[in-house]
């Protein structure tokens, strides 16, 4: 069945790193393009980082320069580097498989992974 599983949260400190992963099945992953998302306490979702089947990426202002996301096709997995982690970035993160088949999105997400930025 499809399934995206999320791993490497965990607590980290201020200024500390983390690489989330991402492991994807049941679906053709190089088709689609993939994102991370996160959701803090009282927040809305929002979008961190994305990355097209070909490889271009995107970032939201908050993480450009110290978050990088990548995607291995072969092992059907995305990747997202954190470094220079902030308190701010303190989160449940999500991962999105997304890909139009005709005029319907296919859109799958994952269970989420916690991280905290906390001294």
């Known amino acids: 069945q499809v399934q995206l599983v999320e791993s490497g949260g965990g607590l980290v400190q201020p200024g500390g790193s983390l690489r989330l992963s991402c492991a994807a099945s049941g679906f053709t992953f190089s088709q689609y393009a993939m994102s991370w998302h996160r959701q803090a306490p009282g927040k809305e979702r929002e979008l961190v980082a994305a990355?097209?089947?070909?490889?271009?990426?995107k970032y939201s202002d908050s993480v450009k320069g110290r978050f990088t996301i990548s995607r291995d096709n072969a092992q059907s997995t995305v990747y997202l580097q954190m470094n220079s982690l902030k308190p701010e970035d303190t989160a449940v993160y999500y991962c999105?498989?997304?890909?139009?088949?005709?005029?319907?999105?296919?859109?799958?997400w994952g269970q989420g992974t916690q991280v905290t930025v906390s001294s």
């Open positions: 999105n498989g997304a890909r139009w088949l005709g005029a319907e999105l296919d859109n799958l």
């Open positions: 990355i097209n089947s070909v490889g271009i990426t």
